[in-house]
């Protein structure tokens, strides 16, 4: 394991990265108003004071302002990877040279090395621990068991990470309370929806450079993300088709003016296909089997398990890299297929993720989630728990008034009125 020169233990591509990444973080930085606010709430308070946090999420310049804001609390922050593809490695450079945080994550790492970092965060011994995917609570679950006691609490970022951690509570296995942010108003309404719908567009034009209007779009799952990537890319002028299995998800596309139909019949027609649905193998054999030639098949769900890349690998007869991030797929009647970002969520792999603006929400309901957790938690089941209802709103009014937007308050007239049930007759 490599050491800086200050002695902050780290895994990173190279320090000497630093300085752009610190112009990366300022960058982000500008746009994250409300997580501004908190960081300057926590430098004043110290709530997080001597809080020792293992963070693993995707490790980008939003991400980095966290981590800075949790360490100005107070707390003692350790940072590994939520994707090998993820990491922006002159963040991770400046967070070690600069902020003294440790970072274990490098773009591009294999699944062992991925694994080794989510250990070596581990060996932080956390008492709060920060997930996007849930692979750190898995891993103290599995393999390092030896850390559970210590820990007070973990919060959990997205919408696989939740479903996961709900799956533990309900079979009892989950060893301390979560804090789902996803399910905040403030984030899944915000980021899974406008975040993803940019940033998936984004990373598929940046490494294809693929001509979006006019084209055949599929979106696989209408969800928070595939509501707002469909939408995203009937704004690029595509001609966008939604596949779903929830008959009320469908008919809602329908009525947003989508077309809507099984896979196997999209798949005839599609250009380009995303798949954004944390289910696995949605585009597979049958779908390549009749894909058209020059098809491009991206993933922007949280693992690379949607497309069936092996049953890929099998039916076709050579590989190339056409260009970063794409991978050019020659099936045994000619046709080519095109992979992007190894299956992997295509706007971290081949993009920078959502827009700082966006994510200053999900990371505001982070941080007061992880205050709250420190004075809240021994008081909670070994439960998956919704963030606040006070902190979501808060988070939600902070944003509006960084955007110079004022709302209306209820009268109390109105506050009567509507609290009562014998009123409107
Ligand atoms: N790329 C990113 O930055 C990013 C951001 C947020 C969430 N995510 C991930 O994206 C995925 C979706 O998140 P969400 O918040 O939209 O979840 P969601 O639960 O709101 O939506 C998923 C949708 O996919 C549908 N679905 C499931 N299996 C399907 C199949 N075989 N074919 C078609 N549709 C299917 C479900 O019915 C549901 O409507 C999750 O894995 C989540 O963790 C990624």
Redesign the pocket.
């Known amino acids: 394991m490599a050491t800086t020169p200050a002695q902050i233990p780290c895994d990173i591509k190279s320090i000497e990265l630093a300085d752009m990444g610190k112009r990366r973080i300022d960058w982000a930085n500008q746009s994250m108003k409300v997580l501004q606010i908190i960081r300057k709430e926590f430098i004043k308070n110290s709530p997080l004071k001597g809080v020792r946090i293992s963070a693993c999420l ?1 490790v980008t310049a939003e991400t980095a302002n966290l981590a800075i804001a949790l360490r100005d609390g107070g707390a003692d922050v350790a940072l590994c990877a939520s994707n090998p593809l993820s990491t922006q490695d002159d963040v991770s450079a400046c967070l070690v040279r600069d902020y003294g945080i440790p970072v274990f994550a490098i773009k591009g790492e294999d699944n062992e090395t991925y694994y080794q970092h989510i250990m070596a965060a581990l060996d932080h011994k956390p008492q709060i621990t920060m997930d996007d ?1 849930a692979d750190l609570v898995t891993t103290i679950l599995t393999k390092r068991k030896d850390v559970a006691d210590g820990v007070i609490g973990g919060t959990e970022e ?4 939740v479903i996961r951690l709900r799956a533990m509570a309900k079979e009892g296995v989950l060893r301390y309370p979560i804090i789902a942010v ?1 399910d905040a108003m403030t984030k ?1 309404l915000f ?2 929806r406008y ?2 719908g940019q ?2 567009i984004d990373g598929v034009v940046r490494c294809t450079n693929v001509l979006l209007a006019g084209s055949k779009f599929v979106v ?8 707002g990537l469909a939408s995203r890319a009937r704004g690029m002028g595509a001609d966008v088709i939604v ?4 008959p009320t ?1 469908a008919l809602e596309a329908v009525m947003d003016g989508f077309r809507v139909m099984a ?1 196997a019949d999209a798949a005839r027609l599609g250009d380009v296909f995303v798949t ?4 696995k193998n ?1 585009l597979r054999g049958e779908h390549f089997d009749v894909m058209k030639d020059g098809a491009i098949v991206a993933n ?4 690379n398990v949607e497309i069936d890349i092996p049953a890929l690998e099998k039916m076709s007869s050579s590989k190339r890299t056409t260009r970063q991030f794409v991978e050019e797929y020659s099936m045994k009647d000619g046709r080519k297929i095109n992979l992007l970002g190894e299956g992997r ?4 792999a081949a993009a920078e ?2 827009p700082a603006s966006v994510m200053d929400m999900s990371f505001a309901d982070q941080a007061l989630s992880v205050e709250y957790l420190v004075k809240n938690a021994k008081n909670l089941e070994k439960k998956v728990f919704a963030v606040p209802e006070d902190l979501d709103k808060r988070v939600a009014r902070l944003k509006l008034e960084s955007m110079g937007i004022k709302i209306d308050r209820l009268t109390p007239e109105q506050e009567e009125y509507l609290a009562s049930w014998s009123e409107g007759t």
């Open positions: 995707h995917g997205t919408t696989t990470g996803n899944h980021d899974n975040g993803t940033s998936t696989a799952g209408y969800g928070w993300c595939g509501r596949t779903e299995v929830d998800r896979m954004v649905t944390g289910d949605v922007s769900g949280h693992f969520l295509i706007n971290l993720g959502h």
